[in-house]
């Protein structure tokens, strides 16, 4: 088995459910960075976030990783759209994607904590778990590549 085909596997194991629910399938709509999705970009994250720590000589939880990187984002706007609402984004989605992935799933610590942290160090708590540290870091890497209309 190929490693992209390891990792689509692990992700719909510990993710489908959270891929095919009908929020996050309402994410295709809205833009994240360049002309990429919320949606893509949250199975972007999972999948880089996946991939660093397959290489990583360190036991993980996968599924804590995963879910938490599916939901990193989980908001349902265009950020890019004028409205009060809006302003501050940067600073106060993870709270509000935090409270909408606790609406619908039972998240665990780790879990949790990725939602929470990921915009470390704008936002200033730093990551608590391993699982955290390597979201926060796939999903610099995704934004910087998808702002570049790099794919990967
Ligand atoms: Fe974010
Ligand atoms: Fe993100």
Redesign the pocket.
Known sequence: MGLIEYMKILIMAYGEDIIKSKYMQEQKKYI?HGNVSVFD?CVGVASVATYISIFLPIKLNERALIRGALL??YFLYDWHIRDDSHKLH?FR??KV?LINAERDFSLCKIEKDIIKK??FPLNIAPPRYLESIIVCIA?KIC?VLETLSISY
């Open positions: 994240q970009h990193h984002d940067g989605h993870a994607a990921h915009m999903d934004a």
